[in-house]
């Protein structure tokens, strides 16, 4: 059980701001959100996670609601590059292992 | 940082082999972790090791299927008398102990099973 909930795919513009959604309403206080990314043919990349505070990095920024039941990974002008399925996944200090689902499928269009 | 190295890329094997697969993670990490992946859904937790000690292993790793971490480096992933039902992509990952940190993946091992 992935325990996070994401729409199953996503279109965008090249050069236009993307915003993917992830619910995760049952997250306890412990764990982190996490944000992979995959590309066809190759392992998944970390992209960015947070706990509480909204994070920003290099590949991206992460928006973290208040309540942390849901969160947004922001990438600030997507590049046909950026195409790819995006993963959210709560990840507990404790926890030994990442619970993938089956993420959202991020088209870009030139 | 040269990431994690899974060797080999592509692996065709007959059914009723048995195959070895290696992971060489992020030097300075010391949980290492598989999964598996089939085509459209997203990769499945196997096993995962903090230095050599193998401290969890999912369901889905059968009897035949067996990880190692001797020195707490690299790991290797045999599968014994495989069957067509393990072609997939397996993957592995490393991560430093603390909590929350994230995870490195490489570009798996691919394995046909005819």
């Known amino acids: 059980d992935a325990k996070t909930t994401q729409p199953n795919s996503m279109e965008s513009n090249e050069e236009e701001p993307v915003h993917l959604p992830c619910n995760h309403s049952?997250?306890?206080?412990?764990?982190?959100i996490h944000w992979y990314r995959q590309l066809p043919s190759q392992g998944p990349e970390y992209v960015i996670h947070g706990l509480t505070s909204n994070v920003n990095n290099r590949m991206a920024s992460l928006a973290i609601a208040e309540d942390r039941k849901s969160s947004t990974l922001i990438l600030h002008r997507a590049t046909l590059r950026d195409a790819a399925v995006y993963y959210c996944?709560?990840?507990?200090?404790?926890?030994?292992?990442?619970?993938f689902g089956k993420g959202t499928k991020l088209s870009v269009k030139p | 940082d040269t990431g994690v190295s899974q060797d080999p890329r592509h692996k065709i094997t007959k059914r009723g082999q048995n195959v070895t697969f290696r992971c060489d993670p992020i030097?300075?990490?010391?949980?290492l972790y598989w999964y598996r992946q089939t085509l459209g859904q997203g990769p499945e937790f196997l096993t995962y090791f903090q230095n050599e000690a193998q401290l969890e292993k999912s369901r889905l790793l059968s009897d035949r299927f067996s990880a190692e971490r001797p020195k707490g480096s690299f790991s290797t992933l045999e599968i014994q008398r495989t069957e067509q039902g393990d072609s997939a992509m397996y993957l592995c990952?490393?991560?430093?102990?603390?909590?929350?940190?994230?995870?490195?993946f490489g570009n798996g091992t691919r394995l046909t099973v005819t």
């Open positions: 030097s300075e990490h010391n949980r």
């Open positions: 996944i709560r990840y507990g200090g404790s926890q030994g292992n990442l619970i």
């Open positions: 049952t997250i306890s206080g412990t764990d982190y």
């Open positions: 990952a490393s991560s430093l102990r603390r909590a929350g940190s994230p995870l490195h």
